[in-house]
């Protein structure tokens, strides 16, 4: 049996990036609108620095105002909440993104709570997660959006097909459930209660794997000719030392028995900042009541 197809994240949201861009040059050029994206950021955390940084230069380099808000991590839960929503009437923000996680004695709730639901592009605020449970427009969170955009990508309509979600995280797993569900698929959330999970991974037809556990789904849990979208990301030795970046997948298993896969790296994560610069477009449009342009590049 030949190995599956590797789905290239990095090519396609590349492609995402650049169409992004040149929809935000004709909103420019026909409007005077500049998209504006403001990111919160409290504490000293290296992981979200670089991740911070790099959503910055991604939104400059697609023509966007790019703000950033970088707070000690002693800032109190009210001085966050206070920015956020001096940000919330700040016309030049029309997204706003608080980078988790937060500090301990901070509730990332309340401060998710008080953002703008309108300016709420990652899709956390409780507006958008009921807006999108029940089937009407909504700020989709990143990470699910990109993994349906690679899935569509891959199987072509989804109709009427089994997917199978192993986690259930309100960031990934549950609003990735929903969008499954709205694209007609026979959806199954499962999670570490579930009981033989192996036998239920084998009926799906769409496996996703977003567990935070290295190598947890095994190539005899795949259902052949399958499509796996892996969303983990964990850091594990290597053998000769260095750490190295793994999915919740074992790909050189599942790679014999699927018939598409996303890599770890390369595959979901590159996704999840293009669509943050989606979701930032389409917010300022919203804002200003108007459609997000046509891509100069279709014509």
Not at 230 to 258: Q, T, W, Y
């Amino acid at each position: 049996m030949a190995e599956a197809r590797i789905i290239d994240g990095t090519a396609f949201a590349a492609a995402l990036r650049a169409r992004i861009n040149r929809q935000v040059g004709v909103l420019k050029r026909d409007r005077g609108i500049t998209p504006g994206l403001a990111m919160i950021l409290v504490g000293g955390d290296e992981a979200s620095r670089i991740y911070v940084r790099n959503k910055d230069k991604q939104a400059a380099d697609a023509g966007m105002v790019s703000l950033g808000e970088t707070l000690p991590a002693d800032t109190s839960q009210d001085a966050v909440v206070e920015v956020v929503r001096r940000l919330n009437e700040d016309d030049v923000v029309h997204g706003i993104l608080v980078q988790l996680p937060l500090p301990d004695h901070i509730d990332a709730a309340a401060v998710i709570d008080a953002v703008d639901p309108v300016k709420d592009v990652d899709g956390f605020h409780p507006e958008n997660v009921g807006r999108l449970m029940s089937g009407r427009p909504a700020m989709i969170p990143c990470t699910p959006m990109g993994c349906m955009m690679l899935i569509e990508d891959t199987v072509g309509d989804p109709s009427g097909l089994n997917a199978v979600v192993i986690g259930r995280s309100n960031i990934v797993g549950k609003p990735l459930a929903q969008l499954l569900l709205a694209a007609n698929c026979t959806v199954t959330t499962a999670h570490s209660r579930t009981r033989d999970l192996a036998a239920l991974a084998r009926t799906a037809d769409i496996l996703v794997a977003a567990t935070g556990r290295p190598a947890m789904v095994r190539g005899d849990w795949i259902k052949p000719g399958a499509t796996v979208i892996d969303i983990g990301i964990n850091r594990i030795p290597g053998a000769d030392g260095k750490m190295r970046l793994v999915g919740d997948v074992d790909f050189h298993e599942a790679v014999k028995i699927a018939g598409a896969i996303t890599p770890v790296p390369g595959g979901v994560g590159p996704m999840t900042i293009a669509c943050l610069l989606a979701n930032t477009l389409a917010a300022a449009c919203r804002r200003n009541g108007i459609e997000v342009p046509a891509d100069p590049g279709d014509q």
